[in-house]
């Protein structure tokens, strides 16, 4: 008993002496972890161990591209890159020092590298107090919640910026299976539902079946999609596909990218404007939560006290009153909690000129637009909101909006269309017009699919018959002479008959004249003056000959 007593004794003061440590902001673990070494010189501040780094870094790099905790340890397997345990074992640190061979040094698993992932040290942090133990007597220890650690910033050197490390944890909260394409889609977890707020579903499918033939890939309401399978309503569709998602986040990347490079002065401006607004609304939103939160805290204090009162002359029992006081004050100290965070995002609210200056960073890393990768896609993209189609002039309108890092929304003044992109909408728009024209008429049972159409020669006004509503002409010989005579149409300029003086059109280089008149009265006077000239030079010969 007392050899038992001597220990726990012991176990307290240990447990005294590690907690007085940790607290004074040194590192608890016996080792560093993997990718740190401790400094000869202080044993408790950790230096980078680059061999490990390195190892860390493209794990941290590999989890930006896509990949998953299991991806990444297939891929370090097959390059035959050492486990942490084995790496440390063959330094004489760690569970396996003592080892002398290693049956399977690459085994890697994803609960490592997931491991790895995790730890805030990466970020230059120390965290102290992660796991207890519940008696010295156990042998196991039991994990603390991440309320209970102790973490002190910037201990260290960093292997990992922060930005790097949370977006690495932002993708890991979001779960991409891959499916029978053999991949995951990129954008799972970042489209959201502008009406319901909920997460947007991705439905893809190689085709090939009777009851889906054609490959299909697209996003829709989560509520939406959800609700059709219990035979119930909610939302409704927001269908957006894939392809046109990538087109419209690879040009918004493009173009506000070129916009901060090439305009940094205007492109700050209209940062700290958006953002001023942003943060405007957003700390009156908190400020009306503060009041009604203080309001509601003080009339609490007056319940209790009317509480107090009650149980004093004996209108209520004990139990009653443990009751509610119970429940009184657990609302009071959450409340008090919600009052403090509003207060710290009030006095947060501030210019945002660092996260400026992160995007013009991140920018000018892509050189190359021309291709939307996985990384550009994680690194650019924070959220994307869909909104419901709507149907305006015809066309299925649908607005979209695409949330940048560090930034948020930025929106660009609208460029002017050029002589040839306008041209090029106005095809596009007659296209859509004769598509949804052909469209009502099946619908209406006016043509039956694989008929010919009915349409009207573009040059000679002849009706004729065509499979493709998009022909335009009865034959080649119809098609020639229009392109002709739109191609003399562009060359027309504005000519002075030599004349009468008259201003006419032509389209040949060569014309002088307005008409046939004018040109056969020109000859007439070319002529005459050639037969003057000629009588007046015989005329001179004949003089000089006397």
């Given at each position: 008993?007392f050899?038992?007593?001597?220990?726990?004794?012991?176990?307290?003061?240990?447990?005294?002496?590690i907690?007085?440590?940790?607290?004074?902001?040194?590192?608890?673990?016996?080792?560093?972890?993997?990718?740190?070494?401790?400094?000869?010189?202080?044993?408790?501040?950790?230096?980078?161990?680059?061999?490990?780094?390195a190892?860390?870094?493209?794990?941290?790099?590999l989890?930006?591209?896509?990949?998953?905790?299991?991806?990444?340890?297939?891929?370090?397997?097959?390059?035959?890159?050492?486990?942490?345990?084995?790496?440390?074992?063959?330094?004489?640190?760690?569970?396996?020092?003592?080892?002398?061979?290693?049956?399977?040094?690459?085994?890697?698993?994803?609960y490592?590298?997931?491991?790895?992932?995790?730890?805030?040290?990466?970020?230059?942090?120390?965290?102290?107090?992660?796991?207890?133990?519940?008696?010295?007597?156990?042998?196991?220890?039991?994990?603390?919640?991440?309320?209970?650690?102790?973490?002190?910033?910037?201990?260290?050197?960093?292997?990992?910026?922060?930005?790097?490390?949370?977006?690495?944890?932002?993708?890991?909260?979001?779960?991409?299976?891959?499916?029978?394409?053999g991949?995951?889609?990129?954008?799972?977890?970042?489209?959201?539902?502008?009406?319901?707020?909920?997460?947007?579903?991705?439905?893809?499918?190689?085709?090939?079946t009777?009851?889906?033939?054609?490959?299909?890939?697209?996003?829709?309401c989560?509520?939406?999609?959800?609700?059709?399978?219990?035979?119930?309503?909610?939302?409704?569709?927001?269908?957006?596909?894939?392809?046109?998602?990538?087109?419209?986040?690879?040009?918004?990347?493009?173009?506000?990218?070129?916009?901060?490079?090439?305009?940094?002065?205007?492109?700050?401006?209209?940062?700290?404007?958006?953002?001023?607004?942003?943060q405007s609304?957003?700390?009156?939103?908190?400020?009306?939560?503060?009041?009604?939160?203080?309001?509601?805290?003080?009339?609490?204090?007056t319940?209790?006290k009317?509480?107090?009162?009650?149980?004093?002359?004996?209108?209520?029992?004990?139990?009653?009153?443990?009751?509610?006081?119970?429940?009184?004050?657990?609302?009071?100290?959450?409340?008090?909690?919600?009052?403090?965070?509003a207060?710290?995002?009030?006095?947060?609210?501030?210019?945002?000129?660092?996260r400026?200056?992160?995007?013009?960073?991140?920018?000018r890393?892509?050189?190359?637009?021309?291709?939307?990768?996985?990384?550009?896609?994680?690194?650019?993209?924070?959220?994307?909101?869909?909104?419901?189609?709507?149907?305006?002039?015809?066309?299925r309108?649908?607005?979209?909006?695409?949330?940048?890092?560090?930034?948020?929304?930025?929106?660009l003044?609208?460029?002017?269309?050029?002589?040839?992109?306008?041209?090029?909408?106005?095809?596009?728009k007659?296209?859509?017009?004769?598509?949804?024209?052909?469209?009502q008429?099946?619908?209406?049972?006016?043509?039956?699919?694989?008929?010919?159409?009915?349409?009207?020669?573009?040059?000679?006004?002849?009706?004729?018959?065509?499979?493709?509503?998009?022909?335009?002409?009865?034959g080649?010989?119809?098609?020639?002479?229009?392109?002709?005579?739109?191609?003399?149409?562009?060359?027309?300029?504005?000519?002075?008959?030599?004349n009468?003086?008259?201003?006419?059109?032509t389209?040949?280089?060569?014309?002088?004249?307005c008409?046939?008149?004018?040109?056969?009265?020109?000859?007439?006077?070319l002529?005459?003056?050639?037969?003057?000239?000629?009588?007046?030079?015989?005329?001179?010969?004949?003089?000089?000959?006397a």
């Amino acid at each position: 008993m007392f050899n038992e007593w001597y220990l726990r004794d012991l176990s307290r003061k240990q447990k005294t002496a590690i907690r007085v440590k940790g607290e004074s902001g040194k590192p608890t673990t016996n080792c560093a972890i993997y990718g740190y070494r401790k400094d000869p010189e202080n044993k408790y501040h950790w230096l980078i161990d680059e061999e490990a780094a390195a190892v860390v870094r493209r794990i941290f790099r590999l989890t930006i591209e896509g990949k998953g905790p299991y991806d990444i340890a297939r891929i370090l397997f097959e390059d035959k890159v050492e486990t942490p345990a084995v790496y440390f074992g063959k330094q004489g640190k760690g569970i396996w020092k003592s080892k002398e061979e290693f049956s399977n040094p690459y085994n890697w698993s994803g609960y490592v590298v997931g491991q790895i992932l995790s730890k805030p040290e990466y970020m230059g942090h120390t965290v102290n107090f992660r796991s207890h133990k519940q008696s010295y007597k156990d042998k196991n220890a039991v994990m603390n919640p991440k309320e209970d650690w102790l973490i002190f910033e910037n201990t260290h050197e960093a292997i990992v910026d922060r930005e790097i490390w949370e977006l690495a944890q932002k993708l890991r909260k979001t779960p991409k299976r891959i499916d029978t394409l053999g991949e995951a889609n990129p954008l799972t977890g970042l489209l959201y539902c502008a009406d319901c707020g909920e997460k947007m579903y991705n439905h893809r499918s190689k085709g090939g079946t009777e009851n889906n033939p054609y490959p299909s890939d697209f996003f829709d309401c989560s509520s939406y999609t959800l609700a059709r399978q219990k035979r119930a309503t909610a939302c409704c569709g927001h269908y957006i596909t894939t392809k046109a998602l990538r087109t419209l986040i690879l040009d918004t990347i493009r173009t506000v990218s070129t916009f901060a490079i090439s305009n940094q002065a205007a492109f700050i401006e209209k940062v700290h404007s958006a953002s001023q607004l942003r943060q405007s609304e957003a700390a009156k939103d908190a400020k009306r939560r503060l009041n009604k939160d203080k309001k509601r805290i003080a009339e609490l204090d007056t319940i209790i006290k009317k509480l107090y009162e009650s149980f004093a002359v004996g209108r209520i029992t004990d139990e009653r009153f443990d009751s509610l006081l119970a429940d009184y004050e657990a609302e009071q100290k959450a409340l008090q909690t919600s009052v403090t965070e509003a207060e710290e995002k009030l006095s947060a609210f501030a210019e945002d000129t660092a996260r400026v200056e992160q995007f013009l960073e991140l920018a000018r890393k892509y050189t190359d637009f021309s291709e939307l990768t996985t990384p550009m896609i994680n690194e650019f993209i924070e959220k994307i909101i869909v909104h419901a189609p709507e149907r305006i002039d015809g066309d299925r309108v649908q607005e979209v909006e695409i949330h940048l890092r560090f930034i948020g929304q930025f929106e660009l003044p609208a460029p002017e269309l050029t002589e040839e992109e306008s041209k090029r909408q106005e095809q596009l728009k007659r296209h859509r017009i004769k598509s949804r024209e052909r469209y009502q008429k099946i619908k209406a049972g006016e043509h039956a699919v694989g008929q010919p159409f009915t349409l009207t020669c573009k040059c000679c006004g002849k009706e004729f018959a065509s499979k493709r509503t998009t022909t335009l002409f009865c034959g080649p010989n119809c098609r020639a002479k229009f392109y002709r005579q739109e191609a003399a149409e562009n060359r027309s300029r504005e000519c002075t008959c030599e004349n009468c003086g008259k201003v006419f059109l032509t389209t040949r280089s060569s014309v002088k004249y307005c008409s046939d008149a004018c040109r056969y009265a020109a000859q007439i006077k070319l002529q005459g003056a050639r037969k003057k000239a000629l009588r007046e030079a015989k005329n001179e010969e004949e003089i000089k000959t006397a």
